[in-house]
């Protein structure tokens, strides 16, 4: 489902493909940042720094690291 008019997804898509490949992967890297921190934001409080890596991992990347 989208509520976005197909005028305004063309036009924010020009903007994106107008970006410099630059632009476009110091942008991708802000976004994977935002959504690690908001990974981080919902995890316990209570874990330790390890326990707090090893979670975020599998929940970023699907498993856990041995």
Not at 19 to 47: H, N, T, W, Y
């Given at each position: 489902?989208?509520?976005t008019?197909?005028?305004?997804?063309?036009?924010?898509?020009e903007?994106?493909?107008?970006?410099?490949?630059?632009?476009?992967f110091?942008?991708?890297?802000?976004?994977?940042?935002?959504a690690?921190?908001m990974?981080?934001?919902?995890?316990?409080?209570?874990?330790?720094?390890?326990?707090?890596?090893?979670?975020?991992?599998?929940?970023?990347?699907?498993?856990?690291?041995?």
């Amino acid at each position: 489902m989208t509520d976005t008019p197909p005028e305004i997804e063309r036009m924010v898509r020009e903007k994106i493909m107008a970006r410099s490949g630059e632009e476009c992967f110091i942008m991708a890297a802000q976004m994977f940042d935002s959504a690690l921190e908001m990974v981080k934001a919902s995890l316990p409080k209570d874990l330790s720094e390890t326990e707090q890596r090893r979670q975020l991992f599998k929940r970023v990347y699907g498993r856990i690291l041995a």
